[in-house]
Every structure is written in C-alpha cells, then in structure tokens.
C-alpha cells in the first residue's frame, strides 16, 4: 500500500469515529431532554380529582442564637406542607410545634446550619421532628414537607 491510501484511510477512519461520537452525543442529549422511556401521557381527569391535595400551614418566623462562640443569629421562615386534615391540630399545636424548631436552631452552629440549609437536611429533619410532635397522624394524615422561604444567618 502507499502513503497515500494509508493516510486515505486513516482519514476515513477518523470520520467515523467522529460521526459515530457525534450520533451518540446526539442519542443521549435527546434521551437526556424526553427522559428514560417514552414520554408520559398526560394524567387524566380521575387521576387528578383522586390526587390528595396537600395543604399549606405557616409556622411563622424564628430567630434563635447558635451554638458558636461569636454572637450568631438564625432567622427562618417555615411553612408546612401536608396532606389530609391536620388543620385544626396544627393550629391547636402550633406553640408545640414552634418550640421544637426553636430547639432544633439553637442545637446548631452557623456553619452547620448554613450546610444543612443548602443540602435541605433541615428541611428534612424539621418534617421528621414535626411528625414526631404529631406522633398519632396517620399516612394520609401528615407532614410531608417543609419550606423554608426565608433563611439568614447574621
């Protein structure tokens, strides 16, 4: 063979390599926007009316101190998140329910809570201690989620 259908060669080979990467960037980029299977249909009527709708309850705004040495302040705002009819009991329990998160900021320090916000382990350990609070609802009856809108640490 000569050199110049060697290098013909290796030319044709580099394109497709290069076409065979550039169709499977484009398979992947394309399952990555539609998702694993087959696009869902839409939900229909049934489904949504048999949905449990969740409700929204708002504890308020608490400002505690941290456990560092220097004077630091947490200040949040949370509101719950919860499905079937925990109104009433929430609002018979709210001072409960506002002192365990209170406990639950003045167990932190800054740093801690800071990480905690940003990797919503706070989140989820407040729904946890909350549940615990609540201790007899059921599983159609509980808390399901916690947000927290508001966050500042001075």
Same mark, same amino acid.
């Given at each position: 063979?000569?050199?110049?259908?060697?290098?013909?060669?290796?030319?044709?080979?580099?394109?497709?390599?290069?076409?065979?990467?550039?169709?499977?960037?484009?398979?992947?980029?394309?399952?990555?926007?539609?998702?694993?299977?087959?696009?869902?249909?839409?939900?229909?009527?049934?489904?949504?009316?048999?949905?449990?709708?969740?409700?929204?309850?708002?504890?308020?705004?608490?400002?505690?101190?941290?456990?560092?040495?220097?004077?630091?302040?947490?200040?949040?705002?949370?509101?719950?998140?919860?499905?079937?009819?925990?109104?009433?009991?929430?609002?018979?329990?709210?001072?409960? !329910?506002?002192?365990?998160? @209170? +406990?639950? /900021?003045? #167990?932190?320090?800054?740093?801690?809570?800071?990480?905690?916000? *940003?990797?919503?382990?706070?989140?989820?350990? !407040?729904?946890?201690?909350? @549940? +615990?609070? /609540?201790? #007899?609802?059921?599983?159609?009856?509980?808390?399901?989620?916690? *947000?927290?809108?508001?966050?500042?640490?001075?």
């Amino acid at each position: 063979m000569s050199g110049k259908i060697k290098i013909i060669i290796i030319v044709l080979i580099v394109l497709l390599v290069g076409l065979g990467i550039g169709l499977f960037a484009y398979m992947a980029s394309k399952k990555a926007t539609t998702g694993p299977g087959a696009a869902l249909p839409p939900p229909t009527q049934d489904q949504i009316s048999n949905t449990p709708k969740m409700g929204r309850f708002d504890l308020g705004e608490f400002v505690a101190n941290t456990r560092d040495e220097e004077l630091h302040y947490i200040k949040i705002q949370v509101e719950i998140g919860y499905i079937g009819s925990l109104e009433q009991e929430l609002e018979e329990r709210k001072a409960e !329910l506002r002192d365990r998160v @209170n +406990n639950h /900021l003045m #167990k932190l320090n800054a740093q801690r809570a800071k990480e905690d916000y *940003v990797d919503r382990f706070m989140h989820k350990d !407040l729904e946890r201690e909350l @549940n +615990n609070v /609540l201790g #007899k609802s059921t599983s159609e009856s509980r808390i399901i989620q916690v *947000v927290i809108p508001t966050f500042l640490i001075n």
